[in-house]
Each structure stands twice: as C-alpha cells, then as structure tokens.
C-alpha cells in the first residue's frame, strides 16, 4: 500500500502552477468549462496509480520528524530482571495474578487476592505508607523499606499492590511489561459494563478504509492550455507593487478591506477565510463560479435571461467575486459591499451595523455558504463531512463520553463540529512543568517563563476541553446500567481532526443572571506550530485506561488520525477593547512573514506582535495532507 | 507539624498528621507513578517544542513591553505605501436604491435603505401600533405604547427621537401628531 505522504506546499503556492502563476508574470483570471474540474477531480482519484510518482518538489519538513512517529506507547527494553523473571516461566505467575487483579468503575487496578484484604508488610506489618510491593514469585508482600532484602535471585521483581505497576527491586525502577499490561487492560474490560455507543455513520467508516493514493500535481495539456489562453484576459499588476516601499517582496493576495461602519468583526473574519489554504484553493480554482451560478439559479427562478432583477443572494458568489478581487493585485483596499447586501438580504430581522461579535459571524457564514454550495452539488454524497467545501475544510467530530462514577458504564455521543470553543485555563498549566534549562534566556525571559504557572496557554485551555470534568451532584445523568440518575464524570476528544482548525477562546462572558456580560482581556499563550495528538480520542482513551500498552481503546487504533495531528498557525483574529467599542484585526502569516490586517490598512509586523498578542480565534491548517482513493469516479 | 518536638503529645493527636501525611504521600506516588510511565513509554515526546514555543512567546512579551506602542492607524503607510483615511472614501453604489455612498457610511445607509436594523423596524412598528391604537375601540392590548393618553405617547417618541442621530426620529414625531 502506498503509504506515501506528501508535504503540503507553501502557503502561497497551493494552487496548481499552470493556473495562477506567482506575481511576478501577470495573473490571468479565467472562465472554464465545468466539465475541465470533473476531470482534474477523477486525474487525482483514480485507484490505480500507475507511470511515474510525480512528487511535489523537495519533501522538505520544517522540523526534524521525529515527531512524524504515532504516539503509540513504545516498550523499553526489559531491564536483566525483568528478562530473567520471563524466561524462567513467569508468565504463569501473571496470569494467576490477573485473578487478583480488582478493578474500580473508573478503571484504577489494584492487586487483591481476596476483595477487603489490607495488604501489611511480612517483616513491620505496617499498612506500608505510599507503596506495597508484593513479589511475584512468592506472593510476600513488603513495604519499601525492607523490600529490598527480600529480592534475592527470582524474587527481584514485585508488583504495586495499590497501583498494578510492576516494580524492579534491584533496580530501583519500575519497570513495563507487555503481558502485564495487557491482564490489567483484559481485567478492566472484563469488569466494565457494556458502554453504548452510536456507531460513527457507515459514510465515515467507508471514509477511513480508502487507500491513500500519491499526489499528482495537475498539469494542463495543450489542448486545455488553448481554452484558457482563448477564454481570458490578463489583469494588469502595477509594477510598482511588486515590490514593497521597503524593497521587501510583496505577499500575495493580501488586500486591505474597508470598514463599512462598524464591521471590522466582518472584515477579520473576511481576512482569515480568504486566506484559508484549501478554501482560497476551491474559490480561486473557479470551483464556485458566479457566473455559472447566477445563471443557473436565473434558469431556475424562470424568466428571461435579459430581464434586468435583483441579483439572488448567494454567499458563495459573493466570496467568488471577492477572492478574485483580491488576489487580482489591486493594492486599493476593497469594499464588500456586495457581500454585506447578501448577508442582510437573508440575515434575521435582528441584523444591524452595529458591532458584532466576529465568531458568531464566522459560524453564520459557514452556515450560509453550505446552504449555497450544498444546493449546487445535491446530486453528490450528503452528510459525512463531504457535502460542501466548508465542511471538507472545517468540520471534524468531537466525541462525549459519560462515565458513571458508581458502576463504570460509559455512554459515548459523536457529534460533528466546525470549530472548537475553549474556555481559559487559568494557568493551572499542565504535568509539563517549565523548563529549568533556559540557560540562554535573560533575566526578564526567566521571569515570564517563571510566570508559566499562572499563564493561559492554548494546550492548557485544551487540555482542560479535553480533561474529565466531574459533573456536580445537581446534574446527575441517568445511568442504563443502574437504572437510576448518578454522578457522572464527562470527558470530551476529538475523533476526526479538520483540516483547518479553528479555535475559539471564550473571551466573552455572558451572565443572563445579572444580564451582563464581560470580556476577559487574559493573556493566551499559542504555539505556531501544534501537535493534537494528545487530545484525540485514541489518546485520551488510552490515558483514561492508565496509558497501558495495547489498550484496545474501541479498536480505533487509525493510523491516519495519528499521522495528520500536526497544525501549523496561518491568522489569529484578535479584540482589543471592551466590548462596547472593540476593534478587531487579523494577523496572516504567509512565508513565514506576518502582516497585520487592520480594516484598509495591511502592514507588515514582527513575529514578536503575533506572539504577543491577545488571540480571539486561531487558525491552524494541517502540515500534511493525505490523498486517499475516491469511491466515486468524481468527488468534490 | 511541630507535635513531634512537644513531649507532652499524645500518640492520638498525632494521628491525623500521619493520616494526612500517608494520604498526600500516596497521592503524590499516584501522579509519579503516572509519569514516570508516561515518560518511559515515550507518550511525552513533544515537550521540547512545547517548551520552545512557550520560550519563544516569553521573549516576544518581553520585546513588545520594552517596545513603543505601535503607532495610530491615522498616518500609517502600509505595504504598498499608501495611507488609509478614518472613514473610507471611496464612493459606492448601493444595490438598493442606486444611489452613491461613501464605503465608511455604507452599512448605516444599507440598513435604513434595507429597512433593517433596530432603528429602521423601531420605525415600522411605531407607525402600525400607532394605527392600531387609533383604530380599535380604545382597549387594544397594545404592548409598547399606554393609548392612555397622547401627552405620554408623545412624550416617549420625543425621547427616542432625541436618542437617534438621524432625521427619521424627526419623521416618526410628524407621524404621531397626524395620527393623533
């Protein structure tokens, strides 16, 4: 199986090189014919991949890879002990242990060779402070201070009787065993009772079975090259805008947008999709085009085709017509008035200018531009994340699980989602403390760094999204198993990663008690670049089990999960202000240089400035990104 | 703590110390116990660039504390060195009505040309409850305005229209005197 990954290009090279060449040969806008995209579709879905590999230049990683390895757990090498202990029949005397082996409703294993014995140490009969070890080959139970008398030749090895953590007594260590691990992971099962959970939609399990296929960059053939050279016209690129005052080169497709009154919560958002990777990829390849569109909804709607009406509201046009314009190398800033109309034309009575808050905005507008899309390719698969390019680009599934903390029995909820809202962590920061080897930082660095404890971090603020959260003794949930309503500790994870992710921190507090609401101006640490994997289901699963080897986890061990964890930030939406007069920019990040994004003004700003600013939403796209087999000759 | 050294304790008044003391001893080997597998079965392997980006954000805070506050938008040039007005200038066509808007002005107009907005509906609804009233019989439930009187009718619409900046208030006070 080709199991090739390919990196994904530049930021600003994402589009096939025949199409949109970089700025310095004028870019052509052109019309296509419909049928050309069916057929670029069905070039890189083909199931057989036959002639040669065509690669994206240099498969170069920005880091060293090693973390390119699955977070699966990777066994030590068994200490001399611990060998010994197995290759003179220990193994006998592991699975005589898993009967003693007790576990709780929330998982934690404990040694007992009867329920209710309190294990004492044979030579002090103490209760045995924090640790008791029994031996595993004589079944002597000892407390840490005489346990090392004990462990002559055979005995060495000893087992925690409150933890089920196995324990070298001549090497001081505790030790991991595979077969160990998998008695404690076979006891919890067994004592678990059955979980309910609603199975993830057939769409979804077809969806990870396809083969990855190898990318194939697509490239015109003289025949096609006539059509597009035929059916468009060169937009003139002012060749003083090549080049920045500063001598420095220009970005590409970055625009100021003018603030209409009061919608700057517009703009940023604006800002962020329009350089969205695989988003500004589906408007700039004509994959929505207005003018197919408009006609056919004309068609529609009846009527002749020269009678003079209301153009029909449809977003996705509207974006069309935007991305054109500003990736057309016009440096005058653009005004989206036509995409306002749009939006007030089929927006709740309740619209206005008057400020609004730029995430409620995003979410609306992903929605609009569903219902736009999702009516242009109804014939095609529904659902399952496929539907529209929005869900193809956001949409990811969270998975709920409700554990009862008297009997164990876990019922689990998939749920799908286009973003992820965080509340702040308040610097309780995580089993990783701060590092102590800062020894090229300065004084006021160490003092930042020393302040990590109390700092909001955007691992930490997921962390706690995807921590147990015990529910209190007023929301108790009914339980199937014992039939009555119970404390129930919740954990949420992520089961599908989207490709963009978009992150969402809970500034604003709305109390409907005291019908007021605060905003909370808390500094939020972000990484540039960011590794989900702890917070997938697989992981927080396996954690939930104790982090044993081969916890089976739901079986959901997929490797392609693993693999595609790795972001990399591209815009962070930022609010400085109150929230009665607020103002919201946008910083993208494009070749490694960032521009700040001020309503008309774009200018170009350290990364320092990123850094330290107060982030709103973040947006982070995937490092890699994997082709896998179409079911159908042609998908969207 | 200091129960030890005081001679005169008895073993019983040490007992809750040692309690507490095995109770935090035993948490605190849950959580070693934990990491030392988490750390041993390599699950911990991105704390390096952890570390780094938490370094790397501690040394922007730094940088932008000891640097000026970056100027005001009014005189800045951007990347293509132009400068931006407060509002902007450019002169658009509304898709409602046709007629020229300045872009900065431009969703103030759409909303009052779209009928949209608190503003605009507040002015709707004034007009059709203000028929209403004037209508019925004298007792219809009319929720926003008392048909009580006019004086206290008249009174609320003189205060709104105080409130809005736009000559539409001046409008709705012509409204109610014909109605009335």
């Known amino acids: ?636 | 703590m200091s129960a030890s050294e005081n001679g005169s304790s008895s073993p019983r008044s040490q007992l809750p110390f040692h309690v507490f003391g095995d109770l935090l001893d035993s948490i605190i080997v849950d959580v070693a116990s934990e990491c030392h597998r988490i750390a041993r079965l390599g699950l911990d392997r991105n704390l390096e660039e952890e570390e780094e980006e938490l370094r790397l954000s501690a040394q922007a805070r730094v940088a932008s504390t000891s640097s000026s506050i970056e100027a005001n938008s009014k005189n800045v040039l951007d990347i293509f060195g132009q400068t931006h007005p407060a509002i902007a200038s450019e002169i658009l066509e509304c898709m409602n009505c046709g007629r020229p808007v300045v872009a900065g002005r431009f969703a103030p107009h759409l909303e009052r040309c779209m009928g949209k907005g608190r503003k605009a509906r507040q002015k709707a609804t004034r007009s059709t409850t203000m028929a209403q009233s004037t209508n019925s019989n004298g007792s219809s439930p009319v929720s926003v305005f008392t048909p009580y009187s006019d004086a206290n009718s008249i009174k609320r619409v003189a205060n709104d229209s105080s409130c809005s900046s736009n000559s539409s208030g001046v409008e709705e006070f012509k409204v109610t005197f014909e109605e009335a």
């Open chain 1, 1 to 636: 199986m080709n199991n090739f990954l390919c990196t994904y290009p530049e930021l600003n090279r994402d589009i096939p090189t025949s199409w949109h060449r970089q700025h310095d040969s004028p870019i052509t806008e052109s019309r296509v014919p419909i049928d050309l995209w069916q057929r670029v579709k069905a070039f890189s879905s083909v199931d057989t991949v036959d002639g040669p590999d065509l690669l994206m230049a240099s498969v170069s990683t920005r880091r060293a890879s090693s973390s390119t390895v699955a977070p699966n757990p990777r066994l030590p090498p068994p200490c001399t002990h611990l060998a010994a202990y197995h290759s003179s029949g220990g193994s006998r005397s592991l699975r005589l242990l898993q009967r003693c082996l007790r576990v709780s409703p929330l998982g934690r294993a404990e040694v007992r060779r009867h329920p209710g014995e309190v294990p004492r140490c044979a030579s002090c009969s103490s209760v045995g402070g924090p640790r008791l070890y029994a031996c595993l080959t004589c079944a002597a139970v000892h407390c840490p201070a005489h346990a090392p008398s004990h462990a002559d030749a055979g005995h060495e090895i000893a087992v925690d009787v409150d933890r089920a953590e196995l324990f070298c007594c001549a090497c001081h260590d505790q030790v991991y065993d595979r077969d160990f691990d998998t008695a404690v992971v076979l006891a919890q099962a067994s004592a678990a009772p059955g979980s309910a959970r609603t199975e993830p939609t057939a769409a979804e399990e077809g969806d990870r079975k396809r083969r990855r296929v190898d990318y194939r960059l697509f490239d015109t053939d003289p025949k096609e090259r006539q059509i597009f050279l035929r059916g468009s016209s060169p937009i003139f690129v002012h060749e003083q805008n090549v080049l920045s005052p500063t001598g420095s080169r220009l970005p590409w497709g970055v625009r100021g947008l003018n603030n209409l009154g009061n919608t700057c919560f517009l703009n940023s958002v604006l800002q962020a999709l329009l350089h969205t990777p695989l988003l500004r990829s589906h408007f700039l390849n004509d994959r929505h085009n207005r003018f197919v569109c408009q006609q056919r909804s004309r068609r529609k709607k009846g009527g002749n085709p020269g009678e003079k009406k209301h153009a029909t509201s449809c977003l996705a046009c509207d974006m069309d017509a935007m991305y054109s314009a500003v990736f057309s190398g016009n440096p005058r800033p653009y005004s989206p008035a036509k995409f306002l109309y749009s939006w007030w034309q089929h927006a709740s009575h309740l619209a206005s200018y008057e400020q609004q808050d730029a995430h409620d905005f995003f979410i609306t507008m992903l929605d609009r531009i569903h219902e736009d899309e999702h009516e242009w390719c109804k014939s095609l698969i529904e659902g399952g994340g496929d539907c529209c390019i929005v869900h193809k680009v956001f949409s990811g599934t969270l998975r709920s699980d409700v554990t009862c903390t008297i009997c164990g029995y876990t019922s689990t909820t998939y749920d799908p989602c286009m973003d992820i809202s965080l509340d702040l962590d308040y610097g309780k920061n995580s089993k990783k403390s701060a590092a102590s080897n800062s020894h090229a930082c300065n004084i006021d660095t160490n003092f930042f760094l020393s302040q990590n404890n109390g700092m909001s971090t955007l691992l930490g603020c997921l962390e706690r999204f995807t921590g147990p959260e015990k529910l209190g003794s007023d929301q108790k949930l009914f339980c199937e198993h014992c039939q009555v309503k119970q404390e129930s500790l919740k954990q949420m994870s992520i089961t599908k990663l989207p490709l963009v992710a978009c992150f969402h921190i809970k500034r604003f507090e709305h109390s409907t008690l005291k019908n007021m609401s605060k905003k909370i101006d808390r500094y939020v640490q972000f990484p540039f670049y960011l590794d989900m994997s702890p917070y997938l289901s697989s992981s927080i699963l396996r954690s939930r089990c104790g982090n044993r080897l081969f916890c089976s986890a739901d079986g959901e061990s997929d490797v392609d999960l693993e693999l595609a964890s790795e972001f990399e930030i591209f815009a962070v939406i930022t609010h400085s202000g109150n929230l009665e007069s607020g103002h919201y920019t946008t910083f993208l990040r494009q070749n490694n240089h960032w521009y700040k994004c001020d309503d008309s003004c774009v200018t170009h700003v350290s990364e320092n400035t990123v850094r330290a600013s107060q982030a709103y939403m973040l947006f982070y796209g995937q490092r890699f990104l994997h082709y896998k087999a179409s079911r159908h000759a042609i998908a969207f």
